[in-house]
């Protein structure tokens, strides 16, 4: 079955730096898009960063252009977000989701458990 299994998060000041990884199985990893989806607490989903699947095109969210990057390596079926110059207001639990098609658009069918991050003093 589809898996997608997010780690990197953790505790960080601001100005720090974070990468976090979505290990994917049970699919064809390079045949689909990938994003990056965040939830502040008591706020909506937000989403952040995709991903195409031969990782040749991305796109950012306003919030996070210039601060994250994402990427991923199709050998290792593994997505990244590398997150640099992290603010208070970056702190919220980040989902790696799959998309249904190769190319960034349309709906999810796929989620991660989440992994969160705190940006504190």
């Known amino acids: 079955q589809v898996q997608l299994v997010e780690s990197g998060g953790g505790l960080v000041q601001p100005g720090g730096s974070l990468r976090l990884s979505c290990v994917a199985s049970?699919?064809?990893?390079?045949?689909?898009?990938m994003s990056w989806v965040r939830q502040a607490p008591g706020k909506g989903i937000e989403w952040v960063s995709a991903?195409?699947?031969?990782?040749?095109?991305?796109t950012y969210a306003d919030s996070v252009k210039g601060r994250f990057t994402i990427s991923r390596d199709n050998a290792k079926n593994t997505l990244y977000l590398q997150m640099n110059s992290l603010k208070f207001e970056d702190t919220a639990v980040y989902y790696c989701?799959?998309?249904?098609?190769?190319?960034?658009?349309?709906?999810?069918?796929?989620w991660g458990q989440g992994t969160q991050v705190t940006v504190s003093s």
């Open positions: 049970g699919f064809t990893f390079s045949v689909y898009a």
């Open positions: 989701a799959k998309y249904q098609t190769g190319w960034y658009s349309g709906e999810y069918d796929y």
């Open positions: 991903i195409n699947r031969g990782g040749g095109s991305t």
